[in-house]
Nanobody, 121 residues
Framework: QVQLVESGGGLVQAGGSLRLSCAAS????????MAWFRQAPGKEREFVSA????????DYRDAVKGRFIISRDNAKNTVYLQMNSLKPEDTAVYYC??????????????WGQGTQVTVSV
């Protein structure tokens, strides 16, 4: 019942910053846990960060803690990922996802098409 579209990806030098956006259309966004995943070439998709429906609880994988910040604006039906101090290993396609069952293994049933983030040396 919701469609997700990511934007904000691009090419940035190591140490730089990017801000990804995920715009949701349809009903139900406010009640969904939202998350960012990423997939590098030849690797499995991996969890990056999640935020609960109110924005009061967040989670990050260790590799991005202190560098990335997830946030959401329910009035705008948008979730963001501020990425700072980017490293080449952050290079991946970043996907936005939504869950109606919290941050659970099988909860993420809504997915965007992804946006490419490339961090150069």
């Amino acid at each position: 019942q919701v469609q997700l579209v990511e934007s904000g990806g691009g090419l940035v030098q190591a140490g730089g910053s990017l801000r990804l956006s995920c715009a949701a259309s349809g009903r139900g966004f406010r009640y969904y846990t939202m998350a960012w995943f990423r997939q590098a070439p030849g690797k499995e998709r991996e969890f990056v960060s999640a935020i609960n429906w109110s924005g009061g609880s967040t989670d990050y994988r260790d590799a991005v803690k202190g560098r990335f910040i997830i946030s959401r604006d329910n009035a705008k039906n948008t979730v963001y990922l501020q990425m700072n101090s980017l490293k080449p290993e952050d290079t991946a396609v970043y996907y936005c996802a939504g869950s109606g069952s919290g941050n659970t293994v099988h909860g993420y049933i809504y997915w965007g098409q992804g946006t490419q983030v490339t961090v150069s040396v």
